[in-house]
Nanobody, 119 residues
Framework: AVQLAESGGGSVQAGGSLTLSCTAA????????MGWFRQAPGKEREEVAS???????TYADSVKGRFTISRDNAKNILYLQMDSLKPEDTGMYYC?????????????WGQGTQVTVSL
């Protein structure tokens, strides 16, 4: 199994930046596809970005050009650099891992870290 723990959330003003981290523990971390998801109160959870074992990345249209997902396999850390933050980015951000990028729902999840962007 893979254990995940998010950190780095907080409150920032619109236009600001924030970097989230997800530390992972478990066997074969480097072979997993890793992703960031977010969920605002009363809204559906959405995928923000993902990065596979070959460092190929995908981004939601809403964050393209503003967010950057990366991974440090040596340290078992997943990052999400968020720039030009908007109030719409507010939500609970979760780190997820799965052997297949399209199957996060059945994968491993962290507890989440809150991001709040004010006007």
């Amino acid at each position: 199994a893979v254990q995940l723990a998010e950190s780095g959330g907080g409150s920032v003003q619109a236009g600001g930046s924030l970097t989230l981290s997800c530390t992972a523990a478990g066997y074969t971390y480097s072979v997993y596809c890793m992703g960031w998801f977010r969920q605002a109160p009363g809204k559906e959870r959405e995928e923000v970005a993902s990065i596979d074992s070959d460092n190929s990345t995908t981004y939601a249209d809403s964050v393209k050009g503003r967010f950057t997902i990366s991974r440090d396999n040596a340290k078992n850390i997943l990052y999400l650099q968020m720039d030009s933050l908007k109030p719409e980015d507010t939500g609970m951000y979760y780190c997820a891992a799965d052997l297949v990028c399209d199957e996060f729902e059945s994968g491993f999840w962290g507890q989440g870290t809150q991001v709040t962007v004010s006007l």
